[in-house]
């Protein structure tokens, strides 16, 4: 019987024509993103080789006149000249432009010297891409060139502009990617228990324990997602690793220490911590958050027994917390924070202890899956009451 409520479950959203056209549109988006969009898409302190040539004809023509005129002393007031700042502008071009003719990524990083125009345009025009947190990961830039310099072997500018594939995942978990992952499960799976209304001769007389039934059913459900979404993620993996690189577990990832409960805040510490740990620590939330909001599905389908509505409170419930959450919120009804469930909504930011600086206080790793797991016992009780006070005839009817 469950095998066949799996099958049926499988069958139904795969021929939902809502669920086919997200999938199309989430494979034609990884393409497009990988194809057309990152290719045109500078990455920050990234040079543009031909103004940089342009540059160096017009300070090589600047201390050539100079030189030529004679006017090659330093100012009284300045302490320097035309003919020597042209100078050392020129020296430092020409090495920074050796450096990317040759493909040299480890000199390209101990070069110093980059154009001034270049470090101004922190977002490429026309391609703003709030679903990445590369903004987030600035303040790092620092700290993740010298492991780059000293550790990464070999070492290219993709992974300097953090194109490769690994990269790319850790970009999008710490900027929208886990509301939009939690989103495109509540979307494909909001009319899954509540189809059984238009099925009613069929379903109402199924000898089976309703709990039972919809857990099996909310389960293969997931399953299907998840599926879908190791698919999508193989997919970038492949097409966006054969042009950039596939990326490897050390790489650095930002990540903020927070100073131990006690101790000042300004203890905290600005480090990295490889790609292999950030994907690992962040897995455990992942799952979690993927069947707790299942779960949270099927109790309001129960409830409210509409797909519409049930799709625009789960929804709600995943952003409500956008409604009062901000940079300088610590408590919630006078609790902290790190005791609601919503906090971990955003996985990437609790991994990398962005709530952590956000909130200026520690939060232990597995305070996290604790809160996400007594929420889940609580979501898995009141579905139990409500099958009980809501029964397969009262659903159905």
Request: hydrophobic share 45%; aromatic share 14%; net charge negative.
């Amino acid at each position: 019987m469950y095998k066949q409520v799996v099958g049926e479950t499988w069958k139904y959203m795969w021929r939902n024509k809502k669920n086919r056209l997200v999938m199309m549109l989430c494979v034609g988006m990884v393409l497009i993103h990988s194809l057309l969009i990152l290719p045109h898409m500078p990455a920050f302190d990234e040079v543009d080789i031909d103004q940089l040539q342009r540059e160096i004809s017009s300070n090589r023509q600047t201390f050539e006149d100079q030189l030529e005129s004679g006017q090659t002393l330093s100012s009284l007031f300045t302490g320097t000249s035309a003919y020597q700042v042209a100078r050392n502008d020129y020296v430092s071009q020409r090495e920074l432009l050796s450096a990317l003719n040759t493909g040299d990524a480890r000199r390209y990083l101990e070069i110093g010297y980059r154009p001034i125009e270049e470090n101004t345009a922190l977002e490429p025009e026309g391609f703003n891409l709030a679903i990445l947190g590369s903004e987030k990961e600035e303040p790092f830039r620092p700290m993740k060139n010298q492991i780059y310099i000293n550790q990464v072997d070999p070492l290219n500018f993709h992974h300097i502009h953090e194109r490769t594939s690994l990269q790319q995942f850790h970009l999008f978990l710490i900027g929208w990617g886990p509301y939009l992952l939690i989103f495109l499960l509540l979307f494909m799976i909001s009319d899954v228990v509540t189809k059984d209304r238009k099925l009613t001769t069929q379903k109402i007389g199924v000898s089976q324990n309703w709990f039972g039934y919809l857990f099996v059913q909310s389960v293969a459900a997931l399953g299907f997602v998840a599926l879908f979404l190791a698919g999508l993620t193989t997919l970038f993996y492949l097409v966006n690793g054969i042009q950039y690189g596939f990326g490897f577990g050390s790489l650095p990832a930002g990540f903020f220490e927070v100073a131990a409960e006690g101790e000042p805040f300004h203890h905290s510490l600005m480090t990295t911590m490889p790609l292999s740990t950030f994907f690992t620590r962040a897995l455990p939330f992942a799952v979690l958050l993927l069947y707790g909001f299942t779960r949270l599905n099927t109790l309001f389908s129960l409830i409210l027994k509409q797909d519409v509505v049930v799709l625009i409170a789960s929804t709600f419930t995943l952003l409500f917390s956008l409604l009062y959450y901000g940079d300088e919120t610590t408590e919630l009804l006078g609790i902290d924070l790190s005791w609601f469930p919503q906090t971990y909504f955003h996985f990437g930011d609790f991994v990398t202890g962005y709530t952590e600086a956000n909130i200026q206080a520690p939060i232990p790793y597995t305070r996290g899956l604790i809160v996400l797991g007594v929420t889940i016992v609580v979501i898995e009780a009141v579905t139990y009451l409500m099958t009980k006070i809501n029964t397969r005839q009262k659903f159905l009817a």
